[in-house]
């Protein structure tokens, strides 16, 4: 029961803080005004505005990639599809006909973030 009810006040906490961000951006005033005039805690709010304002992590986000000219694309034998990326910085992305687009998202994400 405790844990409902830690989970219920995180959620309200959570809306609060949501209305609060949204109606600062939506007034045209800075964070700190919009502070001041509601009697909130300017760093609090800078918190809460990064927390709510990052994706979670279910979101996925595709990204345009650019290949530079020192990029290699070979193929395979005729019997099994690959595409193999070859990166200047040594990485090899191999990927068959078969290949999970779940998990090449992720490694490019990962990869992106290096």
């Not at 219920?8 to 939506?26: G, P």
């Not at 927390?51 to 279910?58: A, D, E, I, Q, V």
């Not at 193929?75 to 290949?99: M, Q």
Request: net charge positive.
């Amino acid at each position: 029961m405790a844990k409902q009810s830690r989970q219920a006040y995180q959620l309200r906490r959570m809306r609060r803080w949501q209305a609060h961000v949204t109606a600062q951006k939506e007034s045209g005033l800075s964070r700190a005004e919009y502070c001041r005039q509601h009697q909130l805690s300017y760093h609090a709010a800078t918190y809460w505005n990064r927390r709510l304002s990052k994706p979670t992590s279910k979101e996925t986000t595709l990204v345009p990639v650019t290949f530079a000219s020192s990029i290699k694309i070979n193929s395979a034998p005729a019997n099994r599809s690959v595409l193999r990326v070859i990166l200047p910085n040594k990485i090899t992305v191999e990927v068959d006909d078969s290949f999970s687009p779940t998990t090449l998202t992720k490694l490019l994400a990962t990869l992106e973030r290096r």
